[in-house]
């Protein structure tokens, strides 16, 4: 880095390094409440989670790292409605609670090496607030098997970005599948996945927040034990101008 456009100026380099990693620790009870209506089940389950938020770090000489815990939790519920073994319909709501960590931490090591430049300033406060916040999240699905190779399939979610920055709307993301069996050995299946976001007025247009559309298709192989999952997403990313990309993913796995 030159701090000036003359070949005689001096350099200096700038090393700067960060990265934040989520444990979370959970246990989940889930209950089926007795049948009310015939072929008709109701549950209702919860989820308690421990989390250990790390935060790392590093500019030039000082360094941060600071360990944060908190708690969250979810619940939700799915309502069922079976005729018979592969002919039902359900229904799920699904809410995940706010999670946000707080925390007054200080920089260690030589502080002056946090400035580039010949003239840093005298005094330098370690003392820095560090902040992390996950918004809630309300998600509504339902799963339709109306035959014995045919299912349906959908969610719509809602993540509350408000409840943490004003200059977020809230975030809806949309998606579905359709998925066939053709026999007992291939299934395939085709589906969409739609995320909207959006700034608030007040909002710097500058920050890259964008709507993304992907199509997917998928295909799975059993034979015997051994699962071989295929599937493709085909996206765009959609601000002003397209941006298209693609994913492929392939998963094998053993049924003991």
């Not at 309502?79 to 999670?99: A, H, I, M, P, V």
């Not at 190779?149 to 709307?169: A, E, M, P």
């Not at 959609?238 to 492929?248: A, D, G, S, Y």
Request: hydrophobic letters at 35%; glycine letters at 4%; aromatic letters at 18%.
């Amino acid at each position: 880095l030159k701090l000036s456009n003359s070949p005689d100026a001096p350099s200096y380099t700038d090393y700067f390094d960060f990265n934040r990693v989520l444990f979370n620790y959970s246990i989940s009870l889930s209950y089926t409440l007795p049948k009310f209506i015939k072929n008709s089940f109701f549950t209702i389950a919860i989820r308690y989670g421990f989390n250990n938020y790390l935060f790392h770090e590093t500019s030039n000489s000082a360094h941060l790292n600071e360990s944060f815990y908190k708690s969250d939790y979810a619940i939700g519920t799915v309502y069922t409605l079976r005729k018979e073994e592969n002919d039902y319909f359900q229904l799920g709501l699904y809410y995940e609670s706010k999670l946000s960590f707080s925390k007054t931490s200080q920089w260690n090591g030589d502080l002056q090496s946090m400035f580039v430049g010949p003239t840093p300033p005298q005094f330098i406060n370690p003392n820095i607030k560090l902040n992390a916040d996950f918004p809630p999240t309300l998600r509504f699905d339902f799963d339709i098997s109306p035959s014995n190779n045919i299912k349906l399939l959908g969610s719509i979610s809602d993540v509350y970005w408000r409840t943490i920055d004003d200059l977020i709307k809230n975030e809806m993301e949309y998606s579905g599948s359709f998925d066939y069996s053709i026999n007992k050995l291939i299934s395939a299946s085709i589906g969409f996945n739609y995320l909207e976001r959006k700034f608030s007025e007040n909002s710097d247009e500058g920050f890259f927040f964008v709507n993304e559309l992907f199509i997917t298709a998928g295909i799975l192989i059993k034979y015997e034990n051994i699962n071989l999952h295929l599937a493709i997403a085909d996206g765009q990313l959609i601000k002003n101008k397209t941006i298209e990309q693609t994913f492929f993913n392939t998963c094998i796995s053993y049924n003991f």
